[in-house]
């Protein structure tokens, strides 16, 4: 239910319907390629819904004029500041077109009514198209936004690009690991699996605060190495606040996702095949490579899926330990939830996500199963 | 695992890299954990190991217990220091992660076990689609779960009320408790089902006489899940909790983005120990309810 109803507000623009309806219906009815103003009717019924429409709802229509085309907000603040005069003296206006562009000069400037155009439907797809930093031009094409606006594909990228980097370096790490649990005793192996199942089981604060601790200027990373004498003590690395602090951070809280899937795979592989290949001439490299490597396939693209998936939506940890260059695109959405409440863009990019994620989530049902999740 | 003793010294050499090379990765896996606790007993405001810790024999001035201190909400003059202010929001937090956590646990733990009974009946209709809604919460990034519920519980006038919060929990650790206990059910014998009720025990009856009892370490360890997934979530209480429904991780959150405070890594010391106690029970569960069911010991 509330995924239904982020996906309906994503596409969403009936509010400023409710506060403009005779407006918009009237300026459905122009032709645009007769007259370069529209007629008098379309000023006639802005000027009374101004003059007569509720405050608030007013208010919130205007926030979302002004996603489209910034200057909205202002234009129609002056605008109905004048209405207001005019009603309580009682003066209506004999030409309502005049009368709004003399109380501001823009009525006259055609751009805004073109983008008045976006708004005039029940759903919108322009939140989606901001999401990629796209917007619409007057006649309503889709264009990029000017250069120094495009926000969102990079974040998009950076995104997929550390969700790619963690996974591989999560694969890296897990692989032996794994391997070495699955081949040793069972009394070492349940001992050493603390190792990966305390992480997993403390606080994702937690461990995000002790990546900070671990990376920061003063911290304890920098510490040794400066003891050790491998960096001066002015040539402290700046590891965390930025992308590297990312990566190193959703690493480690993202590894035993990878290791448990492997791990309960390479568990059941007989070591005799390992044997096999060895007895029938093979080197220990090759018989690695063609024996074994293909037989954890499944365990390597499970865990692949589940860190990649867990990546592309992290929030927490690039959050605070990235910095200013470090965020991913669930910064902007908790963005736009929380401080501009631009909730059409907000939903908008949660869909996309979304998507990605469903996309990735059918191939994961695919390949492993959704049932075959374990925890521990 | 060992060597055989015909391994060439190349091979030797590649077993004993990989060994070191599995160790740097467990030390990358605890040690941040493990780093943070010596510093939570440090004098200094600052999150670093001073000098004094370093130091050998070991200096009693540099360590001390004053952050513990403020973080139970004692205000005398030698806890609270410039940058650290006192306050009672950590303590008001576990009361409220607590109270939380716990009612969102028995709400999920009942659902989730029904939920998990019904799914491995064998002749279930829609079994697959029923299981991959259930456990969505899980994969769908809670930055998502997040967005949508706080739009939808802001139709509703939820959003910045207990039960919001205990709502969005519920829907959340679901899916752990019906993971668990459905992998309990697996090798439940369904004939007892029908014996108990040849013998004229009712439903209601036979599930708490017959099959609760069996199941039970599952129901715990899902529980547990819940519990920890409630206890720990953030991104949810910071969009829907408002002041009244502070909790550890979001005064943690705000403890870290704010004011860098050693008080954040005595709670994160606290929390550490409520891990390591939470994770012995599980595994202590799962060997039981292994043993109950009659599967070998892995």
Not at chain 1, 238 to 259: D, S
Not at chain 2, 174 to 184: G, R
Request: proline share 5%; charged share 15%; glycine share 6%.
């Amino acid at each position: 239910m509330p995924i239904g109803d982020m996906l309906f507000r994503s596409v969403d623009d009936s509010q400023i319907n409710s506060v403009f309806p005779n407006t918009f219906n009237e300026y459905k009815k122009w032709d645009k390629e007769k007259d370069e103003l529209p007629p008098e009717e379309v000023y006639k019924a802005l000027f009374e819904e101004l003059a007569y429409g509720e405050k608030i709802q007013i208010g919130r229509a205007l926030t979302r004029m002004n996603y489209s085309k910034s200057g909205w907000k202002s234009l129609i603040k002056t605008t109905s500041r004048e209405i207001k005069k005019a009603v309580k003296k009682d003066e209506l206006p004999n030409n309502y077109k005049d009368f709004l562009i003399t109380a501001n000069e823009k009525w006259a400037d055609p751009t805004f009514w073109y983008a008045m155009g976006q708004m005039v439907n029940d759903t919108t797809p322009i939140y989606y198209w901001n999401a990629l930093d796209r917007t619409y031009d007057q006649d309503q094409n889709v264009i990029m936004q000017d250069e120094n606006r495009r926000i969102y594909i990079k974040t998009w990228i950076k995104t997929l690009k550390i969700s790619v980097y963690v996974t591989i370096f999560c694969l890296i790490l897990g692989f032996p690991v794994a391997h070495l649990l699955a081949n040793l005793p069972l009394r070492y192996s349940n001992l050493l699996m603390i190792f990966v199942l305390l992480p997993f089981w403390t606080s994702l604060l937690v461990r995000t605060t002790a990546w900070i601790v671990m990376l920061q200027q003063n911290g304890v990373i920098n510490g040794i190495l400066v003891w050790l004498g491998i960096l001066n003590d002015d040539g402290r690395l700046q590891l965390v606040y930025n992308e590297t602090g990312t990566l190193i951070a959703m690493t480690q809280i993202l590894l035993p996702f990878m290791i448990l899937p492997l791990y309960s795979v390479m568990r059941v592989i007989p070591k005799s095949h390992m044997r096999a290949a060895q007895n029938l001439g093979a080197k220990p490299a090759a018989a690695f490579w063609r024996v074994y490597l293909p037989q954890t396939i499944p365990g390597m693209s499970a865990g692949g899926l589940l860190v990649f998936v867990l990546a592309i939506g992290y929030f927490i940890t690039p959050e605070l330990v990235g910095g200013k260059d470090g965020k991913l695109i669930g910064h902007w959405i908790a963005y736009h939830l929380k401080t501009t409440l631009n909730w059409g863009l907000c939903a908008a990019l949660g869909a996309i996500l979304l998507g990605v994620m469903l996309i990735f989530y059918w191939l994961y049902n695919k390949i492993v199963g959704i049932d075959n999740i374990k925890l521990g | 695992m060992a060597l055989p003793s015909y391994a060439t010294p190349v091979q030797r050499t590649y077993y004993y890299a990989y060994l070191f090379f599995c160790a740097v990765v467990f030390f990358f896996l605890i040690a941040p954990l493990f780093a943070i606790i010596p510093i939570s007993f440090s004098v200094s405001p600052f999150m670093v190991f001073t000098e004094g810790m370093l130091s050998w024999p070991p200096d009693p001035e540099a360590w001390s217990l004053r952050w513990y201190k403020n973080m139970i909400g004692d205000c005398s003059a030698d806890v609270v220091s410039s940058t650290v202010p006192c306050s009672t929001k950590w303590m008001k937090g576990t009361v409220n992660s607590f109270y939380i956590g716990s009612i969102a646990t028995v709400i999920a733990t009942a659902l989730g076990t029904l939920a998990a009974l019904g799914l491995s009946r064998p002749h279930m209709p829609y079994k697959g689609l029923i299981m991959a809604i259930l456990i969505s919460p899980m994969i769908v990034p809670l930055i998502i779960t997040a967005a949508g519920m706080f739009f939808f519980y802001a139709r509703i006038n939820l959003v910045y009320t207990f039960t919001g919060v205990i709502l969005a929990h519920v829907a959340l650790a679901t899916p752990f408790v019906v993971i668990t206990v459905t992998a309990t059910l697996v090798g439940f014998d369904m004939n007892m089902v029908k014996a108990a009720q040849s013998l004229g025990a009712k439903p209601i009856r036979t599930f708490f006489k017959v099959i609760m009892p069996l199941i039970l370490p599952g129901i715990i360890s899902g529980a547990l899940f819940a519990f920890i997934t409630s206890f720990d979530e953030v991104v949810i209480v910071m969009f829907m909790a408002s002041i009244d429904q502070l909790t550890i991780p979001k005064q943690m959150w705000a403890g870290i983005r704010q004011e860098i405070s050693p008080v954040i890594l005595c709670m994160a010391t606290c929390l550490v120990l409520l891990s390591i106690f939470l994770l012995t029970t599980v595994e202590l569960l799962r060997r039981r309810s292994e043993k109950l069911r009659g599967i070998k010991a892995r």
